[in-house]
């Protein structure tokens, strides 16, 4: 069997084919068409690219015709920390793989681009100004030869700065035509910031896939789906850790006031992801190095900032139209997309130094919480700090709450927390 034989039956194992009338596509005003993207930042741990075209669709498989002029617009304040690549493989250089470039021929293909850098590659703008030197599209500048800038260096550095300043360089935009007629396989819009973001564009001809039969190359994970509990809290990865849990105290969050039912639900997301972290901090020094040490506890810490701040993204109410504005609300949504977007990314960063060093991903050690009979006896809402707290399953007022959460949260989803990206 050869390869190409096997990657599509793996293609055919692994997922359907996107039929064309799978594949969202632009929306089209003459010679120019538009993506509008956003990054839903619920749908996944990074969050995922959706496409205003393309419904709420995490990742959407997206059609481009070849020869066609595709605008991306990142306009929105979600595309902030989430610069848009295209790459001939997944995720692109995340995954050390050629990205289309002017100096890089399209594989497979039998052009000779890379001779004269006219190479298909995208095209990035800030505020309506092209920022390289390189065209092969001439709606936007004469085709060159012999250039190589695309703009990426000076767009991709950009999504780093503070919110505020993102925000008043911008928008920004990425434009794409594809002129490789010879090439007949499928590529790849990725995040340059974030890995595990990637999705599929499939090149067409007259409106049909130049791979109508495969959806090669693969990507080679699948996306999060998210629980209903991470759901409503607007956070990834905390279905398990509900109270009680044998692990956790009884509660993290104290007194929390009645007639407030909102409040009660979105500090019992609180306890959970505090739940998630104090498990998550509570690490072996298997790899003997105090910097493994450091990025097995960190990651869980950052996890925990991370899903506190897009919970109360989710739940806060934030009103702020302009993130350059300085009220409270534009303040409060600047810390939070902040600590999301750049959190995540050195969540990313220390996963790939543990790899890197050889050290495991996690080094859990399981600690359970106990407490004496007598300790349990008259704890109250103010001073228990995490100290003098219940085993669970003593704790005839934990045992209740997951139930009472469960239907509360059905109760409550679609009815708290607006669709904020
Ligand atoms: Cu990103």
Redesign the pocket.
Known sequence: MNVSTLFFLLAFACGSIALADDICMANCDGDVCKFTAKVNLYAGE?GYYTFDECGDTSNPTIGMEIGKTYVFDQSHVSNY??PLGLAYFADGAHDDVDELEPGIVPPGSDSACSDFMSCPAPMYFQAGEYLGTYSNDAMFANATEGEDDFGLDHYEPQFFYPLPDWTERGPFSVSLMFDDESFGSDIFYF?H??QF?TGRIKLLKDGEPVQPNANLPAIPYEYDKPGQYDKFCGTHGLGDFQLPNKQCPEKFVCGVPEGNPELSLFASCIDSMDCHMVQGMTTGVKANSATALFLHQMIPHHQNAVNMAKALLKHGHLDCANMEDETDDCTMEVILREII?NQNKQIQDMRGLLESHGWPETDDCKVDIFVSKDDHSDHDDHDDHGVSVAAPENSGTSASTKPFLASATLLFVGALGSTVF
Request: with cysteine; hydrophobic share 25%.
């Open positions: 990074t920390y989430h995040c910031i974030h973001m977007n």
